[in-house]
């Protein structure tokens, strides 16, 4: 990851099915180091360690599958820890506090 990564959109769906919780931080710091070298990256995630180091979140529902596809919230994980709205909020506000 020398070069710069200016311009370049990053899109990974569910990357931390299956993996160890230490191999989540693992990719959470390999995420970081692609955006401070000018990336964008977006994560589709259910994953509590990954949504609540998230920069922005989009929290989709209200329920799963043909339930969902709704904007229930949006905003920085403690902004959407603390509205009512979000079922992920619920989940995510013990990870931010």
Not at 20 to 29: E, M, S
Not at 47 to 53: G, K, P, T
Not at 67 to 82: D, K, L, S
């Amino acid at each position: 990851m020398g070069r710069a990564q200016d311009g370049t959109l990053f899109v990974f769906d569910e990357p931390t099915i299956g993996l160890h919780p230490l191999d989540v931080r693992t990719l959470i710091g390999v995420f970081q180091k692609l955006i401070d070298h000018g990336a964008s990256v977006v994560v589709i995630e259910h994953d509590l360690d990954m949504i609540a180091n998230a920069d922005w979140i989009i929290d989709m529902g209200p329920g799963g599958g043909e339930n969902g596809g709704e904007i229930v919230a949006t905003g920085t994980p403690v902004q959407i820890a603390e509205n009512p709205l979000s079922v992920t909020g619920r989940y995510l506000k013990p990870c931010v506090e």
